[in-house]
């Protein structure tokens, strides 16, 4: 009896820790689109947009995930706090950045553990992602300003997919001259800069060059370059990833040609490149392999997936677009472009989640890595 009454509260924290990340990014969306006069909400709030997306939505998320695969409940707290630091940006920013400050240093605990557990190079940048969540936070406590922040959460974002790349991409073999130079991009470029003020204090040579090379590192080394040749699925999520690690490059040539120190544009095409073009390329990639293991989701694989696609990639030339030609009608367009890509692929996978048996589910991603 106690142990299912465990195991029933251990599902419902899961389920409510992931309907807060939820909320967090509807919010966040609304918050983006009131930052382009789109959307009425109130100054303060609008203001807090990159909290909602990278804290509340992202960084809850890969707690819950961190948390699950820990497997112990006492682990689920660090993405609960997460989900009520989701719910406190609202009303108290101050307190959600410690409560992000706490779950940041949990997630940080929680990788380090698995780093001691498994010494490979996936497991290090998975630690190194982790640290940079609190590290960001402590960043906004500081200063109060959520955009000094916001670089070093996407350094987060940004290594935590290229570890988990890694680690799906683990057929391929890497020598240690890549693995070398995968750490010679993260610790030493890319952190480095972070942690020295790039990119607003001058050209950031550091964070530049690295987001640069990441992106190649990723494309050489990605077994995506091997699926994009076959078919369905692996395919699909091949050609998310592809177009991801393009805007990664986007991103490192905004930094360096326009940059955000002194250019409001090359701030703007740098941040969406990462958000918009990278991490949801991602995301969408990730989404219809992931959903059958942690939800429990069926998702039967449709040629639709690559319009939603299409639309995102769309989103982020406009936006890119609209700041290079100093135009609100293209960065407008852009905003309803990516809310449109982000609920057609909501409702995409939801059509696509049935009439498939989950053992047939499994063994369709297992025969197609990606």
């Known amino acids: 009896m106690e142990l299912t009454m465990l195991r029933s509260m251990v599902q419902a924290i899961r ?15 609304g918050a983006g689109l009131a930052r382009l006069g789109l959307f009425d909400l109130a100054l303060s709030v609008s203001d807090r947009h990159s909290v909602f997306m990278l804290c509340g939505f992202f960084g809850t998320l890969i707690a819950l995930e961190r948390a699950v695969a820990q ?31 706490a779950a940041g240093a949990g997630l940080a605990v929680l990788s380090a553990q698995a780093a001691l557990a498994l010494r490979t190079l996936f497991s290090a940048v998975l630690l190194v992602a982790a640290v940079l969540w609190p590290i960001g936070t402590g960043v906004w406590l500081l200063t109060g300003d959520p955009a000094l922040a ?4 996407l350094g987060f974002l940004i290594l935590t997919i290229t570890a988990e790349r ?50 190649l590192w990723l494309t050489v080394n990605d077994v ?7 078919e369905g699925l ?80 769309g989103a982020t030339a406009l936006r890119v677009a609209g700041n290079l030609l100093e135009q609100d009608s293209l960065r407008n367009a852009s905003g309803w472009l990516t809310m449109g890509a982000l609920g057609l692929y909501a409702a995409t996978l939801i059509l696509s989640s049935r009439h498939r048996p989950r053992k047939a589910c499994a063994a369709h991603n297992n025969r197609h890595p990606v």
Not at 224 to 229: C, F, G, Y
Not at 260 to 269: C, E, K, Q
Not at 283 to 298: E, K, N, Q, S, Y
Request: a positive charge; proline letters at 5%.
């Open 224 to 230: 995506a370059l091997i699926t994009i040749r076959g």
């Open 166 to 215: 890694i680690e799906l991409s683990r057929l391929r073999r890497r020598g240690p001259l890549q693995a070398g130079l995968l750490v010679l991009l993260v610790a030493v470029f890319f952190c480095l800069g972070l942690l020295t003020g790039e990119p607003f204090a001058g050209t950031p040579w550091l964070t530049g060059t690295a987001l640069a090379g990441l992106a």
């Open 71 to 101: 497997g112990s409940a006492s682990a689920l707290a660090v993405p609960a706090v997460s989900g009520f630091g989701a719910v406190l940006i609202w009303f108290e920013p101050q307190s959600a950045a410690l409560a992000f400050l």
């Open 150 to 153: 916001a670089y070093i959460w």
């Open 234 to 313: 692996a395919r699909y999520s091949a050609a998310a990833l592809l177009c991801g690690y393009g805007w990664l490059l986007v991103a490192a040539a905004a930094l360096l040609m326009l940059p955000p120190g002194t250019s409001a544009a090359g701030h703007d095409i740098a941040l969406h490149a990462i958000g918009l073009g990278f991490v949801l390329s991602m995301v969408f990639a990730h989404a219809p392999i992931i959903l059958p293991a942690v939800a429990g989701l069926r998702i039967r694989y449709s040629a639709a997936l690559y319009l939603p696609l299409a639309l995102l990639q």
């Open 15 to 29: 389920l409510l820790t992931a309907v807060l990340a939820l909320a967090s990014l509807v919010t966040g969306l």
